[in-house]
């Protein structure tokens, strides 16, 4: 079992930054961002694989939103720049380990732990 918490959530102007973190208790493979706005479903935002080589973004997050870790920390990061009122939501982080015909893009049945989330505000 791996348990993920995340943190660096808050509230922001638009166009500002933050960087959310989340620290993983033991080995994961695939970890991935997904985010859910009241009402709406959970999306997909970005993911890694543990080597660092690809990472994947949502198109509407391409270009402002940059996905890393720490693997000697067992810590993931997203770096969000140029922060939208529309990118308001509960941030979760998600991991996996080795997954037969994995994806690790945004496939949440995928993913086998998750974080309890952190909210990110963002006011025009």
């Known amino acids: 079992q791996v348990q993920l918490v995340e943190s660096g959530g808050g509230s922001v102007q638009a166009g500002g930054s933050l960087r959310l973190s989340c620290a993983a208790s033991?080995?994961?493979?695939?970890m991935a961002w997904f985010r859910q706005a009241p009402g709406e479903e959970r999306d997909w935002v970005a993911s890694i694989y543990r080597t660092g080589d690809p990472a994947y973004y949502a198109d509407s997050v391409k270009g402002r939103f940059t996905i890393s870790q720490d693997n000697a920390k067992n810590t993931l990061y997203l770096q969000m720049n140029n922060l939208k009122p529309e990118d308001t939501a509960m941030y979760y982080c998600?991991?996996?380990?080795?997954?037969?015909?994995?994806?690790?893009?945004?496939?949440?049945?995928?993913?086998?732990?998750w974080g309890q989330g952190t909210q990110v505000t963002v006011s025009s």
């Open positions: 033991g080995y994961t493979h695939c």
């Open positions: 998600a991991a996996r380990r080795p997954l037969i015909g994995g994806t690790c893009r945004d496939r949440l049945a995928e993913y086998t732990y």
